[in-house]
């Protein structure tokens, strides 16, 4: 039977987390990201975890993706991370908001250099005509920005999620699972632990 001692939803994460990153073949960061737009149609993805703090989770896209434009129209997202070698998933729930531009910098200044001219050669969920018209993009701007620094495009940064609820289920016999649940009504609250039914 599990069960958590500390009153801190990030402490906890981070002790999962860490043991991820030792067992997961690939990817211990990534997580499915739910959106829902306009219409009230929600929407599921894969992204990938590239930090975290007392401040939130922070992922990286297209401003113009269409998950960007979903958090335009409604901020309040969840993600769900799936470890399987570990039998364990956390489930998070909050809003999401904008990096700031330093933030982003820093963090697209670390990427692969062919990485970052993708994000200037790829126009994110926009229909594409062509893989090779795709090359071609690429093929431009590596030639505009040969042997030059590559700026952050300003249609590409992050987005943090602060969480107000944070779920951690734990893989038990005979489907008699551990779930706990923190939550906080507002960001400023203290968290609330409850232990859930399988």
């Known amino acids: ?23 997961e073949i690939n990817d211990p960061n990534a997580m499915s990201l739910a959106t829902v ?7 599921v993805r894969m992204v990938l975890l590239k930090g975290f703090d007392t401040n939130g989770f922070v992922f990286y896209t297209n401003l113009e993706s269409r ?3 979903e958090f335009k129209s ?38 692969a250099r062919l ?3 993708g994000a200037w050669a790829s126009m994110q969920s926009q229909v594409l005509e062509s893989r090779d018209y795709l090359l071609s993009r690429l093929n431009t701007f590596e030639e505009k920005y040969n042997g030059e620094t ?15 609820r944070i779920e ?3 893989d038990g016999e005979f489907r008699l699972h551990d779930r706990f649940v923190f939550e906080r009504q507002s960001l ?4 609330a632990k409850t232990r859930l039914y399988p």
């Open 74 to 111: 409604n901020p309040n997202v969840a993600v769900c991370f799936h470890w399987k070698s570990l039998q364990r998933q956390v489930r998070i729930e909050g809003q999401v908001s904008q990096v700031s531009d330093e933030e982003a910098d820093e963090y697209f200044n670390s990427r």
């Open 150 to 164: 590559i700026p952050r495009p300003t249609h590409w940064s992050g987005n943090r999620i602060k969480a107000k």
């Open 188 to 191: 400023e609250d203290a968290w």
């Open 67 to 69: 998950k960007a434009n």
């Open 1 to 23: 039977m599990f069960e958590p001692l500390t009153t801190d939803p990030l402490e906890l994460f981070t002790e999962w987390y860490e043991n991820a990153e030792k067992t």
């Open 37 to 43: 737009d306009k219409s009230g149609l929600p929407s």
């Open 168 to 170: 951690f289920w734990q």
């Open 115 to 117: 990485s970052r001219i």
